[in-house]
């Protein structure tokens, strides 16, 4: 699988990303400093496959899906779609292109227009993009809606007569609505119900496989990730701080803090849970308004060597795939 | 009480919950939150809650207090007995508000989801868990500071003395929920009811928090229930499992036994929807058929069995009582037998390599 | 991982599959919680009623509204008369009735008018954001601070009064309600997920103005709209009664008391219909604005 992959062609390809938002106070509204929200990541992302963003609360991952998107505008750097640069795009051109990618919330709640009947829903980009109209776009309808798994006949309702879980599917239908090619799915099961979240993934895999989709997977759950995506990328504090196969980040994390991440995510097995090594994490998160200097992790990371407060690590590939910002290696 | 014990005294449970009923009467109809739901829990104990949204496993716990909203709320039946160790069980339902106001705090102590909705946002950390001390202890003044200070520092918040005088919103999520621990403990109750406390907080943080309250507790020796949702989050914390599905304990065991032979299909199906780091990719993620139920028209007999897969006849007309299966593991399924020997036939669960 | 454990449930039989529960839409269930609020139904029978009477009053009633009959001057209410008469001999009742007119017009219309200046500046406003919403806010702030009565006055008293130039110096405040809602309304639901998706399915601004926001504004308007009117009406009837509203002979409410202040005590009938008349619609139109702001849940679905 790893040759493969390689051998794929790019569909996305960031550059360089970075995205600020300015801090303004006093009466002025005077510019104080800057949220780094994402501060100068690069990847690409290949034909057909699922790339996991994993990090905390905080560390930049849902923003680096609204700015690929162009939902919020990125402060510097590029995107490519298939060679398209999509940072540049206004108004019209942008609106023209967005069918090609799409986005999947977090919440399901909020992510349905409470008045709007699905079918209206799923119908109106339909009609704005002339991808069908009348019967064509009705009955594309309930295809997409027996895709994802619901009944075709609940067209007519509103979103309030469906569990979360049913309305995360009709996310994912009004996401496909469009025969988009790629979609940033983010957090697309973490407000949901334990036994109603690997329905969605299963969903989510298989629309993936049979579609030939290529997804932007976000989570904070490292073990969702390593299923669901061929390779996983790890944020922290605007950073990505580690990127690789699955597998590899999950058996042979690199990164102390990726360590960190595996070790404190919670295991369903008391033995293993007793028995297993623990990094705990001392303090908290620093805040992105004022990072520390040199290595973002130097605060919290147990194997802190004197560089990293001082010399911001290269991102580098040292094994075949495998890349890692971080002075040890 | 001691006469149905034949251990005599020395067994009686810190909290022995019996049949406890609670409803919530509202304009769509009777929401059936808690259906006479019993279990005990001894000195020390560390009981998980766990269960889905709706399930009742906060409820159940909050309604010990009576910190549910009364009305549209309504304990229907059942008792609660505490015994604090100062003379008979109490039943804490029966309790007149007075009384209750001596138990909450003094001797069971709650934390929540969301520090910011029970702390105070303009008044000093120091002083709520001063004033806390104040009204539980009776200590005042520089006694009152002084212990705020001991336990602040004890929860690990650094340079406590200083922060006492800072407001909420100046900790982070994980630190307030320290703040909220730290005046829970602050009285040394004898129980302490942590209602999802890390569901908000980053897996790092949950990780502090989980460990914290498990160095509390055997430092001082009190008793836990831990609500969640989180499987993980149990297996890691606590001693004993309660498994709550709409409104009803489904399954009750030692730690070991629900992760090793979970004999109630729900329990099953949670277990097996979570990926093992050594399922292949290109496999399906087990699931749980359906969504849980409409609390209001709660099924026929098992309200599990539209979902189930070892449904027969007898679960769409028959509720199952909690049947048991050896002296600490019980479920309440008619056909638990063949969910254990499922259960059994699953792989074990292997943990990532770090 | 076994087969058991993803095994499917069998299939449930027909009776113990517990079909999708069966929800109300939105309208229905308003109307449901809307009929329980008394005052509420009283205000909408009421107003339904003042309606129908204004519409119809040249077929409900033989007199003539303008036309004197010095026979019968100043009469107590009698069966021909169940009102009685004024000082020239007119049918209270019919005056009263043609009065329902000139309330109902000043009422409806400035609070259309106030709609159609209001919703699209808030709406835009809201989200647009930035300078556009600046300016409005500061245009919302000006205008209520100015002493709305005041100007209604002077503006009446510049164009000569009339009815027509009543309604016009009415408009002139009456979007600032509607404007600041919709503004508020536009600038929470700009921040909700299904706009960005709306967005991202290249969706182009108005339609997400028009099918997205407005349809979620259009409740709380309808409640606006019913709450602006007791304050029309209530104005129509103060500046009227100093007479600088209707012009007689045309009949409106708060002209009516103004004819009865001279003689009140004397001929309380005169005072009494015209009085209870404008305490009992702007009661029923703000228990009809209660009712809908409780039916249609105004303030949880914001």
Same mark, same amino acid.
């Given at each position: 699988?790893?040759?493969?992959?390689?051998?794929?062609?790019?569909?996305?390809?960031?550059?360089?990303?970075?995205?600020?938002?300015?801090?303004?106070?006093?009466?002025?509204?005077?510019?104080?400093?800057?949220?780094?929200?994402?501060?100068?990541?690069?990847?690409?992302?290949?034909?057909?496959?699922?790339?996991?963003?994993?990090?905390?609360?905080?560390?930049?991952?849902?923003?680096?899906?609204?700015?690929?998107?162009?939902?919020?505008?990125?402060?510097?750097?590029?995107?490519?779609?298939?060679?398209?640069?999509?940072?540049?795009?206004?108004?019209?051109?942008?609106?023209?292109?967005?069918?090609?990618?799409?986005?999947?919330?977090?919440?399901?709640?909020?992510?349905?227009?409470?008045?709007?009947?699905?079918?209206?829903?799923?119908?109106?980009?339909?009609?704005?993009?002339?991808?069908?109209?009348?019967?064509?776009?009705?009955?594309?309808?309930?295809?997409?809606?027996?895709?994802?798994?619901?009944?075709?006949?609940?067209?007519?309702?509103?979103?309030?007569?469906?569990?979360?879980?049913?309305?995360?599917?009709?996310?994912?239908?009004?996401?496909?609505?469009?025969?988009?090619?790629?979609?940033?799915?983010?957090?697309? &099961?973490?407000? +949901?119900?334990? /036994?109603?979240?690997?329905?969605?993934?299963? !969903?989510?895999?298989?629309? #993936?496989?049979? *579609?030939?989709?290529?997804?932007?997977?976000?989570?904070?759950?490292?073990?969702?990730?390593?299923?669901?995506?061929?390779?996983?990328?790890?944020?922290?504090?605007?950073? &990505?701080?580690? +990127?690789?196969? /699955?597998?590899?980040?999950?058996?042979?994390? !690199?990164?102390?803090?990726? #360590?960190?991440? *595996?070790?404190?995510?919670?295991?369903?097995?008391?033995?293993?849970?007793?028995?297993?090594?623990?990094?705990?994490?001392?303090?908290?998160?620093?805040?992105?308004?004022?990072?520390?200097?040199?290595?973002?992790?130097?605060?919290?990371?147990?194997?802190?060597?004197?560089?990293?407060?001082?010399?911001?690590?290269?991102?580098?590939?040292?094994?075949?795939?495998?890349?890692?910002?971080?002075?040890?290696? | 009480?001691?006469?149905?014990?034949?251990?005599?005294?020395?067994?009686?449970?810190?909290?022995?919950?019996?049949?406890?009923?609670?409803?919530?009467?509202?304009?769509?109809?009777?929401?059936?939150?808690?259906?006479?739901?019993?279990?005990?829990?001894?000195?020390?104990?560390?009981?998980?809650?766990?269960?889905?949204?709706?399930?009742?496993?906060?409820?159940?716990?909050?309604?010990?207090?009576?910190?549910?909203?009364?009305?549209?709320?309504?304990?229907?039946?059942?008792?609660?007995?505490?015994?604090?160790?100062?003379?008979?069980?109490?039943?804490?339902?029966?309790?007149?508000?007075?009384?209750?106001?001596?138990?909450?705090?003094?001797?069971?102590?709650?934390?929540?989801?969301?520090?910011?909705?029970?702390?105070?946002?303009?008044?000093?950390?120091?002083?709520?868990?001063?004033?806390?001390?104040?009204?539980?202890?009776?200590?005042?003044?520089?006694?009152?500071?002084?212990?705020?200070?001991?336990?602040?520092?004890?929860?690990?918040?650094?340079?406590?003395?200083?922060?006492?005088?800072?407001?909420?919103?100046?900790?982070?999520?994980?630190?307030?929920?320290?703040?909220?621990?730290?005046?829970?403990?602050?009285?040394?109750?004898?129980?302490?009811?942590?209602?999802?406390?890390?569901?908000?907080?980053?897996?790092?943080?949950?990780?502090?928090?989980?460990?914290?309250?498990?160095?509390?507790?055997?430092?001082?020796?009190?008793?836990?229930?831990?609500?969640?949702?989180?499987?993980?989050?149990?297996?890691?914390?606590?001693?004993?499992?309660?498994?709550?599905?709409?409104?009803?304990?489904?399954?009750?065991?030692?730690?070991?036994?629900?992760?090793?032979?979970?004999?109630?299909?729900?329990?099953?199906?949670?277990?097996?929807?979570?990926?093992?780091?050594?399922?292949?990719?290109?496999?399906?993620?087990?699931?749980?058929?359906?969504?849980?139920?409409?609390?209001?028209?709660?099924?026929?007999?098992?309200?599990?069995?539209?979902?189930?897969?070892?449904?027969?006849?007898?679960?769409?007309?028959?509720?199952?009582?909690?049947?048991?299966?050896?002296?600490?593991?019980?479920?309440?399924?008619?056909?638990?037998?063949?969910?254990?020997?499922?259960?059994?036939?699953?792989?074990?669960?292997?943990?990532?390599?770090? | 991982?076994?087969?058991?454990?993803?095994?499917?449930?069998?299939?449930?039989?027909?009776?113990?599959?517990?079909?999708?529960?069966?929800?109300?839409?939105?309208?229905?269930?308003?109307?449901?919680?809307?009929?329980?609020?008394?005052?509420?139904?009283?205000?909408?029978?009421?107003?339904?009623?003042?309606?129908?009477?204004?519409?119809?009053?040249?077929?409900?009633?033989?007199?003539?509204?303008?036309?004197?009959?010095?026979?019968?001057?100043?009469?107590?209410?009698?069966?021909?008369?169940?009102?009685?008469?004024?000082?020239?001999?007119?049918?209270?009742?019919?005056?009263?009735?043609?009065?329902?007119?000139?309330?109902?017009?000043?009422?409806?219309?400035?609070?259309?008018?106030?709609?159609?200046?209001?919703?699209?500046?808030?709406?835009?406003?809201?989200?647009?954001?930035?300078?556009?919403?600046?300016?409005?806010?500061?245009?919302?702030?000006?205008?209520?601070?100015?002493?709305?009565?005041?100007?209604?006055?002077?503006?009446?008293?510049?164009?000569?009064?009339?009815?027509?130039?009543?309604?016009?110096?009415?408009?002139?405040?009456?979007?600032?309600?509607?404007?600041?809602?919709?503004?508020?309304?536009?600038?929470?639901?700009?921040?909700?997920?299904?706009?960005?998706?709306?967005?991202?399915?290249?969706?182009?601004?108005?339609?997400?103005?028009?099918?997205?926001?407005?349809?979620?504004?259009?409740?709380?308007?309808?409640?606006?709209?019913?709450?602006?009117?007791?304050?029309?009406?209530?104005?129509?009837?103060?500046?009227?009664?100093?007479?600088?509203?209707?012009?007689?002979?045309?009949?409106?409410?708060?002209?009516?008391?103004?004819?009865?202040?001279?003689?009140?005590?004397?001929?309380?009938?005169?005072?009494?219909?015209?009085?209870?008349?404008?305490?009992?619609?702007?009661?029923?139109?703000?228990?009809?604005?209660?009712?809908?702001?409780?039916?249609?849940?105004?303030?949880?679905?914001?």
């Amino acid at each position: 699988m790893t040759t493969a992959q390689i051998d794929r062609p790019i569909l996305l390809s960031v550059r360089n990303l970075k995205k600020y938002f300015p801090v303004r106070r006093g009466l002025l509204q005077r510019v104080v400093g800057y949220v780094k929200a994402v501060d100068d990541i690069s990847f690409d992302i290949y034909e057909g496959e699922a790339l996991g963003l994993v990090g905390e609360s905080g560390c930049g991952k849902t923003t680096t899906g609204r700015a690929i998107l162009q939902l919020q505008p990125a402060t510097a750097g590029t995107v490519l779609l298939e060679g398209q640069e999509l940072t540049r795009l206004r108004g019209e051109a942008l609106r023209r292109i967005r069918p090609k990618m799409q986005i999947i919330f977090q919440n399901p709640y909020s992510s349905l227009n409470p008045r709007m009947t699905i079918g209206r829903a799923l119908i109106e980009p339909m009609t704005v993009h002339g991808v069908a109209r009348g019967k064509a776009a009705e009955e594309r309808a309930s295809e997409l809606m027996s895709l994802v798994g619901l009944n075709p006949y609940f067209v007519n309702r509103f979103p309030s007569e469906f569990s979360g879980g049913q309305r995360q599917r009709i996310g994912i239908a009004r996401a496909l609505s469009l025969n988009p090619q790629f979609i940033v799915c983010d957090e697309p &099961i973490s407000s +949901l119900d334990v /036994s109603i979240q690997s329905q969605i993934v299963n !969903l989510l895999k298989r629309l #993936q496989r049979d *579609l030939k989709l290529t997804y932007l997977f976000i989570s904070h759950d490292l073990s969702m990730v390593r299923f669901v995506c061929d390779r996983t990328a790890v944020m922290y504090l605007g950073k &990505i701080v580690e +990127l690789g196969e /699955s597998d590899a980040v999950n058996r042979r994390p !690199l990164h102390p803090y990726t #360590q960190a991440l *595996l070790a404190a995510a919670p295991v369903a097995d008391p033995d293993l849970e007793a028995t297993r090594t623990r990094i705990v994490l001392e303090g908290d998160v620093p805040s992105p308004l004022n990072p520390p200097a040199g290595c973002h992790f130097s605060t919290r990371c147990p194997r802190v060597m004197d560089v990293c407060r001082r010399v911001e690590p290269p991102f580098k590939e040292v094994e075949p795939g495998h890349q890692v910002a971080c002075h040890l290696y | 009480m001691t006469l149905n014990s034949p251990q005599g005294k020395q067994n009686t449970p810190l909290l022995d919950v019996q049949d406890l009923e609670v409803a919530f009467f509202t304009k769509d109809g009777v929401v059936a939150a808690v259906n006479g739901i019993s279990y005990r829990l001894g000195h020390g104990d560390i009981l998980g809650i766990v269960g889905e949204s709706g399930s009742g496993k906060s409820v159940s716990s909050l309604a010990l207090l009576r910190l549910i909203p009364e009305p549209p709320a309504r304990i229907l039946g059942g008792r609660a007995l505490f015994a604090d160790g100062t003379g008979a069980p109490r039943d804490l339902l029966k309790m007149a508000p007075e009384e209750l106001r001596g138990v909450r705090g003094r001797q069971i102590a709650v934390i929540f989801q969301d520090p910011m909705t029970s702390l105070n946002p303009v008044m000093t950390i120091g002083n709520q868990i001063a004033e806390a001390i104040r009204v539980n202890l009776g200590q005042g003044g520089r006694a009152a500071r002084k212990r705020a200070i001991e336990v602040l520092s004890h929860v690990g918040i650094p340079r406590a003395a200083e922060r006492l005088d800072d407001y909420p919103h100046q900790f982070s999520g994980g630190m307030r929920q320290r703040v909220m621990i730290a005046m829970a403990i602050s009285c040394e109750p004898k129980l302490l009811i942590a209602d999802e406390p890390t569901t908000a907080l980053d897996v790092t943080i949950q990780a502090q928090i989980v460990d914290l309250v498990k160095r509390l507790q055997a430092e001082m020796g009190m008793a836990v229930i831990w609500i969640t949702h989180d499987l993980g989050v149990i297996a890691r914390l606590a001693h004993r499992v309660n498994v709550m599905y709409a409104g009803s304990i489904v399954e009750m065991a030692p730690i070991r036994e629900i992760f090793r032979a979970p004999s109630h299909p729900y329990t099953l199906g949670l277990l097996n929807s979570v990926p093992r780091p050594d399922l292949p990719r290109d496999a399906e993620l087990a699931y749980i058929e359906g969504a849980p139920p409409d609390m209001v028209r709660l099924p026929s007999g098992c309200a599990f069995h539209p979902r189930c897969a070892y449904r027969r006849e007898r679960c769409l007309s028959e509720k199952p009582p909690l049947l048991p299966i050896d002296a600490e593991h019980s479920a309440a399924c008619w056909y638990w037998e063949e969910v254990r020997a499922a259960s059994a036939r699953a792989t074990p669960p292997q943990g990532p390599a770090t | 991982m076994t087969v058991e454990a993803i095994r499917k449930p069998p299939p449930l039989p027909e009776a113990a599959a517990a079909g999708p529960v069966k929800y109300a839409g939105f309208w229905a269930g308003a109307w449901r919680r809307f009929r329980r609020n008394r005052l509420a139904l009283f205000g909408l029978a009421f107003a339904l009623l003042v309606i129908f009477v204004a519409l119809a009053a040249p077929i409900l009633t033989p007199y003539e509204y303008a036309k004197p009959d010095f026979g019968a001057t100043k009469q107590a209410p009698t069966l021909a008369h169940p009102m009685g008469t004024d000082r020239l001999g007119r049918d209270m009742l019919t005056r009263i009735m043609y009065g329902a007119r000139a309330m109902l017009i000043v009422g409806l219309l400035t609070q259309l008018a106030g709609l159609l200046i209001g919703v699209p500046l808030g709406i835009i406003a809201g989200y647009a954001g930035g300078v556009l919403d600046w300016l409005v806010t500061r245009l919302i702030d000006l205008f209520s601070a100015l002493p709305w009565y005041l100007i209604v006055l002077f503006m009446v008293m510049v164009l000569s009064p009339s009815l027509r130039n009543l309604i016009l110096a009415l408009t002139i405040t009456a979007w600032i309600g509607s404007a600041r809602i919709v503004r508020g309304m536009s600038f929470s639901i700009r921040e909700q997920d299904y706009i960005e998706a709306s967005r991202a399915l290249g969706i182009p601004t108005w339609r997400i103005l028009v099918n997205h926001i407005l349809p979620q504004v259009a409740p709380l308007l309808l409640w606006s709209f019913a709450a602006g009117i007791p304050v029309a009406v209530f104005a129509e009837a103060s500046m009227s009664f100093i007479g600088m509203g209707v012009r007689p002979p045309q009949p409106s409410w708060g002209q009516m008391l103004n004819e009865a202040a001279a003689d009140w005590q004397s001929i309380p009938h005169l005072f009494i219909f015209p009085s209870m008349m404008i305490t009992l619609s702007v009661l029923a139109f703000q228990g009809l604005a209660d009712g809908l702001r409780e039916a249609l849940d105004v303030n949880i679905n914001v």
